[in-house]
């Protein structure tokens, strides 16, 4: 079992940081990750760097050059009304996708023809297009349904360390 979170040297986010890592998340995925004028903190974990919001981890910061970039938690999108960066797999694909696999070709139904390599994206089934998932585009977007191969990396997902962390 992989051991608990434990974010310490917890720091609130300047009022204009946080409104820049707001505005990039609504930008990107079509909804706010958080209430305009929200206090948020960043703390350090062994998974690396995270924003909390109350007593959730609401975003992590994913190594990448030049700087970090925020990943917002599945939580985050649930609240929301997520409308772009999507990818849909069927029904059959969930199961592996809950367990943390990386997304297959055949597995997906539709994504956003938008998507380019290394964009950040939300996974959601295909009955209920609620988030499972979010993860990084390994092809363009409209070359994801029906190809073989792995398309999607799976970065955050339901049940995982950032989900089940209560502070």
């Known amino acids: 079992m992989p051991e608990p979170l434990k974010p310490r040297n917890r720091a609130r986010l300047r009022e204009k940081d946080a409104a820049r890592l ?3 998340v609504e930008a990107h995925f079509g909804v706010a990750p958080w209430p305009e004028g929200a206090h948020v903190d960043r703390a350090n974990t062994h998974e690396g760097d995270v924003l909390l919001l109350g007593g959730h981890i609401i975003g992590f910061f994913q190594p ?3 700087e ?3 990943v917002p938690t599945v939580r985050v999108l649930l609240a ?3 409308g772009k960066s999507f990818v849909t ?3 059959g694909a969930v199961p592996f996708v809950h367990k943390g696999a990386d997304i297959m070709g055949p597995g997906i139904v539709e ?5 380019q390599v290394g964009d950040l994206l939300w996974v959601r089934d295909e009955r209920n297009r609620r988030p499972l998932a979010v993860g990084e585009a390994l092809v363009p977007g409209a070359e994801m349904p029906k190809q073989p191969g792995k398309k999607v990396r ?3 997902r339901v049940g995982d360390l950032f989900w089940t962390w209560e502070g």
């Open 64 to 66: 990448a050059e030049p």
């Open 22 to 24: 707001r505005a990039a």
């Open 111 to 115: 994504a956003d023809p938008n998507l």
């Open 80 to 82: 929301g009304s997520p």
């Open 68 to 70: 970090a970039r925020l």
């Open 89 to 91: 797999v069927d029904m």
């Open 154 to 156: 799976n970065l955050h």
